[in-house]
């Protein structure tokens, strides 16, 4: 079974503070990704890569830093988090040869005071 | 560029009725096309998967999708729905290796 895990699971924070959101995956796939999930907007991907040691800018990067050290681990970045990052955010897992079929984490519900 | 959208952001159903969640696509080719479904505080789950042959295709819990290149649809059925079919469901579409996801339909199953 594919497992993709993120932590923390709910973070509240200060605004200006820096805010890591971590995920984990055991499914030996390439590529990783970051979405936010907000009322009315659905998903949005953040960031994604396409293994160790790259990063690449989804749809809404700005404000947001990846850095994926490992196959196995991706974290999305909050240098200066702001009250509109307050959102859902979702990692997930795939690569081609699935298919491109993604495989997502429970969520981090991230609130910025 | 591909895309996808779901016109119904809302659809209620009596539990027991049958069910049909719409998507369209935009695309050049025929594509990858998905199902995803959200429960509750939950993430995403894929239900259903398309590429290429029987246009009519199976997905877990009774959910069954029918791929139309003419109509450019990508429709979600079900037979009956039970009350645990409440959720979000997602259509989707992938370009290279990102998926781009519709906006969501929220289903509710009245008793």
């Known amino acids: 079974e594919a497992a993709v895990t993120q932590s923390p699971r709910n973070k509240v924070a200060v605004t200006g503070g820096k805010v890591t959101l971590s995920c984990n995956q055991t499914?030996?796939?390439?590529?990783m990704y970051w979405y936010r999930q907000d009322t009315g907007h659905g998903l949005r991907l953040i960031h994604y890569?396409?293994?160790?040691?790259?990063?690449e800018k989804g749809d809404i990067p700005d404000g947001y830093k990846a850095s994926r050290p490992s196959q196995e681990n991706f974290s999305l970045i909050l240098e200066l988090a702001t009250p509109s990052q307050t959102s859902v955010y979702f990692c997930?897992?795939?690569?081609?040869?699935?298919?491109?079929?993604?495989?997502f984490g429970p969520g981090t519900r991230l609130l910025v005071l | 560029a591909q895309s996808v959208t779901q016109p119904d952001a809302r659809v209620t159903v009596s539990e027991g009725a049958s069910l049909q969640l719409r998507c369209k696509y935009s695309y050049s080719a025929t594509p990858y096309l998905f199902w995803y479904v959200q429960y509750p505080r939950q993430g995403l789950q894929m239900l259903l998967k398309?590429?290429?042959?029987?246009?009519v295709v199976q997905g877990v819990n009774g959910f069954e999708a029918e791929f139309s290149k003419s109509d450019s649809s990508f429709h979600l059925r079900k037979a009956s729905v039970h009350w645990s079919d409440s959720a979000v469901y997602f259509c989707a579409v992938p370009n290279y290796n990102v998926l781009y996801f519709g906006s969501g339909t929220k289903l509710t199953v009245e008793p």
């Open positions: 499914n030996n796939h390439n590529n």
């Open positions: 890569s396409y293994g160790a040691g790259s990063t």
């Open positions: 997930a897992s795939g690569d081609r040869a699935g298919g491109f079929t993604q495989y």
């Open positions: 398309y590429y290429s042959g029987d246009p």
